[in-house]
């Protein structure tokens, strides 16, 4: 018997007429017509070479195969019933579960600590992984289960990953305080003609900021391209390098940097996303999941003061 080729509702029609010992009665409980049960009886027969049930008059018997085996079938059944049920609901109070989130390097920040903390106080038994995540294969990393959900920039995606939009940024501009062309104010002029850091993960290309200025025929000098804001930072705090970044975690950064921060001449902004597959639409982890990310920015954008 190949249990990967085998209805196992057929157990579940063994396990009511060993309970009955009627099939007139198991179809009525099971909601089947009888002519339904004695098929599912007759498979069974094949499968397993027994007749399971021999008839005494007008009760359904077992054979002493059937007796030998109806312990372990309603083990299994109550294991199998168990499982689904659980997989159905969610308490976050008691769950065990481990939640993998793809997230970028400047929302780690944001998204953590009060994740970690809400954690803390009230999922004692729910584990947060925040990971590096490749936008090439996150529909697939979704799908798989390697990644419940991805926070990321505005990406194409199927229509099999959901997105929902978590957040707009806008960009300003830092510099090392005493720095001896820019102060209090940054025109677009002056903007240009200084020499810029960009952070980016690509060797060619520019960032969001540049794209907003090739919309204004204009174009900078980048001097040196990092792939973190921290170090980006630094760098600026000890040149006279410029640094065009979200402001959110500029904020954030800046209280280590201790760098002058200033409004951005022009008009840039950057969105953040929520991805998960459609397959978890209705999975209540998966749901309070994005609860959970979605409550983060919404505090975010309500109290920006709480949130640097």
């Not at 054979?63 to 689904?84: D, Q, S, Y």
């Not at 970690?116 to 729910?126: F, K, N």
């Amino acid at each position: 018997m190949n249990i990967f080729r085998t209805d196992l509702n057929l157990l579940v029609v063994l396990e009511r007429i060993y309970a009955q010992q009627s099939i007139t009665r198991a179809a009525q409980q099971l909601n089947l017509s009888q002519s339904a049960v004695s098929h599912a009886l007759n498979r069974l027969r094949e499968l397993l070479g027994d007749p399971l049930f021999e008839r005494h008059g007008n009760a359904m018997m077992p054979t002493p195969f059937t007796r030998a085996i109806i312990a372990r079938v309603r083990n299994g059944l109550h294991t199998l019933e168990c499982t689904l049920h659980e997989a159905s609901r969610f308490d976050v109070a008691t769950t065990i579960r481990r939640f993998t989130i793809g997230i970028l390097n400047a929302q780690e920040p944001v998204v953590l600590p009060p994740i970690a903390q809400y954690v803390a106080q009230h999922a004692p038994s729910i584990d947060i992984a925040a990971v590096q995540h490749d936008r090439r294969a996150i529909e697939a990393d979704l799908l798989t289960g390697s990644l419940d959900a991805v926070i990321d920039v505005l990406l194409p995606h199927p229509q099999s990953v959901r997105s929902t939009r978590l957040s707009t940024d806008r960009y300003v501009v830092l510099c090392r305080r005493n720095h001896p062309r820019v102060s209090q104010r940054l025109d677009l002029g002056a903007y240009l003609a200084e020499e810029h850091v960009l952070v980016t993960s690509r060797q060619r290309g520019g960032g969001v900021e540049d794209a907003a200025l090739v919309k204004l025929g204009a174009e900078r000098r980048v001097r040196l391209r990092c792939i973190r804001y921290f170090a980006a930072c630094r760098v600026v705090n000890q040149t006279d390098l410029l640094l065009t970044m979200p402001e959110r975690y500029a904020r954030l950064l800046n209280g280590m940097c201790g760098n002058q921060m200033l409004e951005c001449p022009f008009d840039a902004s950057i969105d953040t996303y929520l991805y998960w597959h459609a397959n978890s639409d209705a999975d209540p982890a998966n749901r309070w999941l994005r609860q959970q990310l979605g409550e983060v920015f919404e505090s975010v954008r309500a109290d920006p003061a709480r949130h640097p």
